[in-house]
């Protein structure tokens, strides 16, 4: 699995985690990105993604108050 593939997995499976309101979810999901970061350091960053998906939910929820 490419390293963009594998972000990419990520992102996905932190919204599913957020809609389905796991936080327990959410962290290991989290600390998975971490670990990925690391481990690849000269590559994309997991945890980037990651903050892109927490800002488009938080500017979604603000559009709707």
Same mark, same amino acid.
């Given at each position: 699995?490419?390293?963009?593939? !594998?972000?990419?997995?990520?992102?996905?499976?932190?919204? #599913?985690?957020?809609?389905?309101?796991?936080?327990?979810?959410?962290?290991?999901?989290?600390?998975?990105?971490?670990?990925? #970061?690391?481990?690849?350091?000269?590559?994309? !960053?997991?945890? #980037?993604?990651? !903050?892109?998906?927490?800002?488009? !939910?938080?500017?979604?929820?603000?559009?709707?108050?």
């Amino acid at each position: 699995m490419t390293t963009q593939t !594998r972000i990419a997995v990520f992102a996905a499976d932190y919204q #599913d985690a957020i809609a389905a309101g796991d936080p327990d979810l959410q962290l290991e999901i989290k600390l998975a990105a971490y670990d990925h #970061d690391h481990a690849n350091p000269d590559g994309p !960053r997991a945890m #980037d993604a990651l !903050r892109f998906v927490d800002r488009g !939910r938080k500017a979604r929820t603000a559009q709707a108050a």
